[in-house]
């Protein structure tokens, strides 16, 4: 099995800054992709920012120049620095992440979800 931590969520007054991390433990041969995504109410789940195991980052539109990711591959985690918060960056924040591991006795890439953490952006 694999476990994701998320902490670093809360609330914050626009222009704030909050640094969520998400740390992945158990049975892992290697990890992928990690990164963040996110849901407001009312609206669809939507990539934040991502990064892969050789320092591939994408991000978002909305949260380019404010939200840099980084990863500890050391720690099997992944950060997501945001900074410069503006109240349409309220959501549920996810981590999400690509692990490769045995399963049934074959090597396979599994993705996993982490429970949510709350941003509440407001003044």
């Known amino acids: 099995q694999v476990q994701l931590v998320e902490s670093g969520g809360g609330l914050v007054q626009p222009g704030g800054s909050l640094r969520l991390s998400c740390a992945a433990s158990?049975?892992?041969?290697?990890?992928?992709?990690m990164g963040w995504y996110r849901q407001a109410p009312g609206k669809e789940r939507e990539l934040v920012a991502s990064?892969?195991?050789?320092?591939?980052?994408k991000y978002a539109d909305s949260v380019k120049g404010r939200f840099p990711i980084s990863r500890d591959n050391a720690k099997n985690t992944v950060y997501l620095q945001m900074n410069s918060l503006k109240l349409e960056d309220t959501a549920v924040y996810y981590c999400?992440?690509?692990?490769?591991?045995?399963?049934?006795?074959?090597?396979?890439?599994?993705?996993?979800w982490g429970r949510g953490t709350q941003v509440t952006v407001s003044s």
């Open positions: 158990g049975s892992i041969a290697s990890i992928n992709d």
């Open positions: 990064i892969s195991d050789d320092g591939i980052i």
């Open positions: 999400n992440v690509d692990v490769r591991r045995y399963v049934g006795g074959a090597m396979r890439n599994i993705i996993y």
